[in-house]
């Protein structure tokens, strides 16, 4: 079992010198290996980057296995019961702040989330699907396990990315004068879905003043939910011979004049993967215990930016050192022909691993020279899926580790196999996913076509996300 640290990209340092002492946990970027001053908050974007450097720089949490276990707590909040694992605990603990004073913190704040939207954070649905197993030809001994997100906050998993970021803004605004948290600075995000969603319930619930970019074509009934809970919106343009996402570059305006990068983007965010790591350490726990897999052989991951992939990876690379023994899965990536940015940039990785690179100095090497490997989809991104259409995987280093580490490979998926995945989801599970929400089911029906999977295999997808138009899915409109 891996540590985060190793699973998440190669250019930056994996381990901590002795010289330093032991620390629980720290920062340090995968691209250029900077590590932000110990003592001060950590900002969410390595300090060292420069734009067009060509270095692909993420801040990355550490977790120092001198320091594991890590203890996890019963709980059926997740950001309580692995708060150990968290920096904003330790950053808190560090500062003076007592562990019934952080959770105490923690409680009150996932009750104004459930004053917004009705519940706050609480362990996610986590079970076999004999219907779907059947589907695929899966026997008893494996089969498919579906982790089922649109109950979360928000009705997606994106509110695990971000209320971990409200976690840490939290803590430097009380452990530091001035810190990112201070109220008057406005968050930001560019989004046109859930995940835009899911920050605005956050931000409503923490009273903070929330940015979102999107584009001319936002579902109107996210706009009006948006404006609901009093999310500042701009509508963004595609211009011209500008490549990339447009609503993405605005939000790179509003980073440079001073908001919070309130994203679920890793390169801007660096605890967006932390927050969302809960979801990886869930299924991770679950295996071995009562109603629970034997094992996890397979997971399948809907691809767009590149967070649930990389949290997922994550989760299960920091489970041992909590304490969870649970050995890793085989990691295989969804995302459409539409778009596909990742399946790029990890052929020409693994293109240096055959030509005799390890995993580790090819994807060094990438980190440093990212132009090469990861750059915006050069036409504009349609699909079914339209929550994975991104114009770049920001988190493709960590993701393409994983999959690398794993032996797991990207698969690129047809309309006509996002529209059979979502019927099928629908029709044996009874759960209202939408299209972006089960098209991991895509990859593994695509799998299943190939004849890649074996009969006894336990699978595993996620659900990603509600759908906000359960008539319009039905009809596949």
């Given amino acids: 079992m891996t540590t985060q640290a190793q699973s998440r990209g190669a250019g930056g340092s994996g381990s901590r010198p002795a010289s330093e002492g032991v620390s629980a946990t720290w920062f340090a970027c995968s691209g250029c290996g900077t590590r932000p001053a110990a003592g001060a908050p950590v900002p969410l974007v390595c300090p060292a980057s420069v734009t067009g450097d060509g270095i692909d720089h993420v801040l990355v949490r550490h977790l120092d296995p001198a320091a594991a276990p890590f203890a996890v707590t019963r709980d059926a909040n997740p950001f309580i019961a692995y708060r150990r694992l968290f920096h904003a605990w330790h950053a808190a603990r560090a500062g003076g702040m007592t562990d019934d004073a952080y959770v105490a913190m923690v409680e009150r704040l996932d009750d104004a989330v459930a004053a917004v939207d009705g519940h706050g954070f609480r362990v996610t649905p986590f079970t076999r699907s004999g219907p779907l197993s059947d589907a695929l030809g899966l026997s008893d001994v494996g089969g498919v396990w579906v982790k089922d997100e649109t109950g979360n906050v928000s009705g997606s998993h994106k509110a695990r990315h971000l209320f971990g970021t409200l976690l840490e803004l939290e803590v430097n605004g009380r452990l530091q ?12 995000i560019a989004s046109c879905g859930n995940a835009a969603l899911a920050a605005a319930v956050v931000a409503r619930a923490a009273g903070r003043r929330l940015l979102v970019f999107i584009p001319p074509d936002a579902d109107s009934a996210v706009v009006d939910r948006l404006r609901s809970l009093g999310a500042e919106l701009t509508v963004c343009e595609r211009e011209p011979g500008v490549a990339g996402d447009p609503t993405y570059l605005r939000l790179l305006d509003a980073v440079a004049d ?35 897999p034997a094992r996890i052989d397979r997971v399948v991951i809907q ?37 596909f940015p990742l ?31 990861m750059w915006p989809w050069e036409e504009t991104p349609h699909s079914v899926a339209h929550g994975i259409l991104d114009d770049e995987t920001y988190d493709w280093q960590a993701v393409v580790a994983g999959m690398l580490s794993s032996g797991g490979t990207p698969l690129v998926v047809d309309e006509a196999t996002l529209l059979a995945a979502n019927d099928l989801a629908r029709a ?14 895509a990859g593994l029906l695509h799998l299943a076509r190939s004849g890649a999977l074996k009969p006894d295999e336990t699978v595993v997808v996620c659900f990603s996300g509600i759908s906000r138009h359960p008539e319009k899915e039905s009809t596949r409109s």
């Fill in 177 to 188: 004068a001035g810190g990112t948290s201070a109220a008057g600075v406005p968050l930001a």
């Fill in 258 to 292: 001073g908001a919070v990068p309130f994203t679920c983007q890793g390169n801007l965010n660096a605890f967006a993967v932390e927050g969302g790591e809960t979801l990886g350490l869930e299924m991770s726990a679950a295996v071995g215990r009562p109603g629970g």
């Fill in 303 to 339: 691809v767009g930016g590149g967070a649930l992939a990389s949290s997922v990876i994550a989760g299960f690379a920091s489970a041992g050192l909590a304490a969870i023994n649970v050995d890793e899965p085989r990691f295989d990536t969804v995302q459409t022909q539409g778009a």
């Fill in 343 to 373: 399946a790029r940039a990890y052929e020409r990785v693994a293109a240096r691993v055959a030509a005799g690179e390890t995993i580790e100095t090819a994807l060094a090497f990438a980190a440093n020279h990212r132009p090469e490997f």
């Fill in 428 to 441: 044996a599970t009874g759960i209202d996913v939408d299209h972006t929400g089960s098209s991991g089911l």
